[in-house]
Every structure is written in C-alpha cells, then in structure tokens.
C-alpha cells in the first residue's frame, strides 16, 4: 500500500478560516478577530483587543491576536474599557494596523 505524498500543507489558520467561512460562523468570535466600528472620526470601538501598550492624547496603540491597531489624533481618550471591548474618544485622523 503507497503512502500519499502530502503536497504544500494548509496553513492551519487557513483551515479554520474556510470551515468558519463554510459554516457562516462569526469571525470575530471563532478566529479571535478584533472588530473596530468608527462614528465619524469622533468615537472608534474596539472589541476583542489584548491589551494597551500606549496610552497618550495623541497615540493610542492596542495590541490584538494578529498584531497592533495604533490611533493618532488630538485630545484622544479612553472613554471606557473592559477586558472585552473599549471606547476612544476625540478627533482621530489616523488608524494604522501594524
């Protein structure tokens, strides 16, 4: 009995996300996926992020599963945080995913 020859493995992520894709599941829930919802330039709300790794009124940078979301503006705020998700307030002129 031959044994098969695997070709170019899938990357296991991308196996996960064609069966979450297949299966119309949530991908913020099921791949860990944070979701970023903005109001104007005014407000920015995150969900599913790991940490703050800076905090001032010009830059904020939050660390995510899949790398860093930084926000540069004026007179930004952390409005409310949670373990879950967070409100930034104040005049966002820039978001970068890092």
Do not use: H, W
């Not at 299966?23 to 829930?29: R, T």
């Not at 790794?53 to 939050?62: F, H, R």
């Amino acid at each position: 009995m031959k044994k098969k020859q695997k070709t170019a493995a899938e990357p296991k992520e991308s196996r996960k996300e064609l069966l979450v894709e297949s299966l119309k599941l949530p991908k913020d829930m099921m791949m860990g996926a944070f979701m970023l919802s903005m109001t104007g330039n005014r407000e920015a709300f995150i969900e599913n992020y790991r940490g703050i790794l800076e905090y001032t009124d010009a830059c904020i940078l939050l660390q995510t599963k899949n790398g860093q979301v930084r926000f540069e503006g004026t007179g930004l705020v952390i409005e409310y945080y949670t373990n879950e998700d967070m409100k930034i307030g104040g005049y966002i002129e820039r978001v970068i995913f890092v």
